[in-house]
Structures are given as C-alpha cells and as structure tokens.
C-alpha cells in the first residue's frame, strides 16, 4: 500500500515471485470512470474508491495467498478490505519522500496517474500505525526492500 509511484507494483512482483504467490496489481480492478477521472488529472473521492476496494476485498477473499498492490491511503479504506476479505490481510506499507515518488512517477511511462495527482494522494494518506501495518521505507534497492519485508513478515508470524 502507498501513495501513486511508491512502488507497490515493483515490490508486489519481487515479492510474489520470490514466495511463489500470484500477484495483482490493484489499479487493474479500477472501474474504466475511475480509470478516466484520474487520466484528467481529478482526484478520486471515497464514492469512487469504496467499489473498487470491495473489488480489491474480493480477490483476498476469492485466494488469500494473493499479493495485491493497493494504495489503501486511509484507515477506512484498510478496514473495509480488512472485512470484505473474510481473513487475515497484512498490508506493507511502501514510504517514501514527495521528491523520491514524484522522481520516480516523471520516469515511468504509459500509466494513466499523472503526477499532478501526487500531492492529492499525500493528502488522503493515512500512515498505518505499526500494529496496523509493516512500514518500509523505499529508498533502497528492489531486492533489500523485498528482503526486509519478506524478514518482518516472518518475524511476525514466526
């Protein structure tokens, strides 16, 4: 979980490949008015956001082995994937600087987030707490970011 850019898609992958787990990438769940509304450069309200994170709720539920990226910027939005998935979900909490993720969003190409949305997503963010959530800090290689989740969630869960 984490603001646009951060790097949920990159670390999902990392980490879905070296657990051997499928993975999704949440923004594929986005309904196509979402999808519009955000090439525009329009912020999405919660009305926008709570189907497609039931959407997200769904997939947890339907194969809880599942790595998902999902921004799940509030708490709110955590509950609700929390309750719709029917079981434990751990979120990774991807943390990052404004300079570091805007850096990275003006590198990629072909997404449909623009980085006029960045500071909209800072805004909504609502930094879990350590009980609610594992937090990493991203500005570190690929392969220490996943290497340092994949140590607290087995520290964790033992």
Known sequence: MGVAGCGKTSVGEEMAQRVGRPYLDGDELHPTANVEKMRQ?????????????????????????????????????????????GGPVTFVHLEGSRD??????????????PLSLLDSQFAAL????????????IDQPLNALVS?????LERRTG
Do not use: F, Q
């Not at 709570?50 to 939005?77: H, N, Q, T």
């Not at 570091?100 to 987030?113: D, P, Q, T, V």
């Not at 340092?148 to 607290?152: D, K, V």
């Open 41 to 85: 450069g329009i912020a999405l309200t919660d009305a926008d956001r709570w189907p497609w994170l039931d959407l997200v709720a769904a997939e947890l539920a339907r194969d809880g082995a599942l790595i998902i990226g999902c921004s799940a910027l509030k708490r709110a939005y955590r509950d609700r994937i929390r309750a719709g998935a």
């Open 100 to 113: 570091l993720i805007a850096a990275r969003m003006a590198e990629r190409a072909g997404h449909y987030m």
């Open 126 to 137: 609502e930094p879990p707490s350590a009980d609610e959530a594992i937090s990493v800090n």
């Open 148 to 152: 340092r989740i994949l140590a607290e």
